[in-house]
């Protein structure tokens, strides 16, 4: 029997010992033993709840007793979890993790550590909820160079973004509508603001080159600026706005950014709507995949944790070699990346606006007047920038197409 210590009963936490124990026979069978859950660590208490009688408030109990094999971090944030998931590695027993928070600020020290105990620190739900992401890049595709990671991170803005384009409702609306469902918080800056996925894409940028990427070196924009205006004109070129977390290799720099961007119906995440996440993965010699799923929810990403779990147990007293050094990655200037843009400026400045820019195509939409709207060729950022601030731009965003 391994036996399994949770800390945080909160949505993800209940889901994992839900998991944990609904397919108990089928996860035993996998990992090689039985496997239990001996406590759950919260600051609350949980009268009636099946677990009721595991609860404990004190995270001792867990690290202090020698048949816990296994810790379960699902409590979220910074602090005390990175003190908590440290102390557990320091004791002797792996950690699995689906707090994007932790692993993004402190996934290479507490890989590092888990290394020189032998253990191991696993964290496929920090990314993607139950899409399996985070161990292909690991094990699959480790033979072949990454050049391209572009996804769709956040369950909540892609929900706003579907609705702002197939029913017209206002950005306002489509959040509202979030959440009431649950899908947004009710201070849904992390989400709307891009600092979710720019984790995300941290985490994967760090995994994809061994290196570390700092998620406050991102580029992030949100999606609050995005209008009904700019809907109708993605509509108008066959295209959708999605907030995309991405990084790629150009000219032997990483560079990375989260932003709306559109994308055309060539293009495979065009079609991953509502709180659907997909991964998009180039590689020099794989060309193109995608993971694609539900990126949230408390089963899915519960199920996630659940297989690390047996894979810690699998790998017990051996470690799963991941690289993630503590050096930095130094990104790439972000002035010298090149993007398209879409752009919208006052019909009175259409041909300032020729002059300025290699237009490569001009947009008419349905019901916008008084609006001059094209499509740029590829350019730099700060050549754009610079271009840009001799017009009244209405509204610009990236394209990738």
């Not at 996804?151 to 509508?177: C, D, Q």
């Not at 195509?361 to 590829?378: K, M, Q, V, W, Y």
Request: glycine residues 10%.
């Amino acid at each position: 029997m391994i036996y399994v210590g949770i800390v945080g009963y909160g949505t993800i936490g209940s889901g994992v010992y839900e998991v944990l124990g609904t397919n108990k026979d089928y996860i035993a069978k996998r990992a090689g033993e039985e496997v239990a859950v001996k406590y759950i660590c919260d600051l609350r208490d949980f009268p009636g709840d099946p677990a009721e009688k595991l609860i404990t408030h004190d995270f001792n109990d867990i690290v202090n007793d020698p048949e816990v094999k296994v810790v379960v971090e699902t409590m979220g944030g910074l602090h005390p979890a990175y003190e908590f998931v440290k102390k557990a590695l320091e004791s002797g027993k792996s950690v699995c993790s689906s707090n994007k928070e932790l692993v993004a600020e402190y996934g290479a020290e507490l890989l590092a550590l888990a290394k020189s105990k032998n253990l191991n620190f696993l964290f496929e739900a920090s990314v993607g909820g139950g899409i399996p992401i985070i161990r292909p890049l690991n094990q699959a595709l480790t033979s072949d160079e990454i050049v391209e990671i572009r996804g769709i991170l956040n369950g909540t803005t892609n929900y706003i973004l579907t609705k702002m384009s197939k029913e017209g409702e206002s950005f306002e609306e489509a959040l509202k509508g979030a959440q009431d469902l649950g899908y947004a918080e009710r201070n849904p800056e992390a989400d709307v603001e891009g600092f979710d996925p720019c984790r995300k894409i941290a985490i994967l940028t760090s995994l994809a080159y061994g290196k570390q990427v700092d998620f406050e070196d991102i580029h992030t924009e949100g999606i609050t600026k995005i209008s009904k205006e700019d809907i109708i004109y993605a509509g108008a070129m066959n295209a959708a706005i999605k907030l995309l977390g991405s990084s790629r290799l150009e000219n032997g720099s990483v560079y990375a950014q989260v932003s709306p961007i559109m994308v055309d119906t060539d293009h495979p995440l065009y079609g991953v709507n509502d709180v659907y996440n997909a991964i998009f993965l180039r590689g020099e010699s794989l060309g193109e995949v995608m993971f694609y799923g539900k990126g949230a929810g408390k089963l899915p990403t519960a199920s996630a944790v659940a297989a690390d779990v047996v894979d810690a147990i699998k790998h017990k007293g051996t470690n799963i070699i991941t690289i993630w050094d503590k050096e930095k990655i130094k990104l790439g200037d972000f002035g010298e990346m090149t993007n398209t843009f879409f752009v919208r400026v006052p019909a009175g400045e259409k041909e300032k606006a020729r002059e300025l820019f290699d237009i490569r195509r001009e947009i008419n939409a349905p019901a916008i007047d008084g609006e001059f709207a094209f499509l740029t060729s590829a350019m730099k950022e700060k050549d754009f920038e610079e271009k840009a601030a001799k017009l009244n731009v209405i509204s610009r965003i990236r394209t990738a197409f």
